[in-house]
């Protein structure tokens, strides 16, 4: 069993309308049953947690800058592990994601071992 990570973006350039209040209501309990229905298979290593749009960016020489993606135009509105046998597996659980029908996208990257 593998470790991936989910990460929930949306563009913050998109011309594509941000959903309405009414349709974020609406998307809230299909998001809890979707991750729900992945801790009920056992499959949940770390919950769901939402971020704010403010960050820190860190370079080389201590440049700090303000902002999550200085050069990026999406911002991270979720991420959370699961367990998954295979990438094929995770992406088949990320693929559930209600909130891509608002025009998020779901990122999945599976964890590297670290070495012994």
């Known amino acids: 069993m593998n ?36 801790g009920a298979k056992g499959r949940l290593v770390a919950p769901p947690k939402r971020w704010d749009m403010d960050g820190r960016v860190i370079k080389k020489g201590n440049d700090i800058s303000k902002g999550p993606f200085v050069e990026n135009k999406q911002s991270i509105g979720g991420l959370f592990l699961i367990q998954a046998e295979s990438y094929d597996e995770a992406v088949e659980i990320a693929s559930g994601c209600p909130i891509i029908e608002f025009g998020a996208s779901v990122e999945v990257r599976m964890a590297i071992p670290p070495v012994q």
């Open 3 to 38: 470790d991936f990570l989910i990460a929930i973006h949306r563009d913050i350039t998109s011309s594509d309308p941000i959903p309405t209040p009414a349709q974020m209501q609406a998307a809230i309990k299909p998001y809890q049953d979707w991750v729900a229905g992945i």
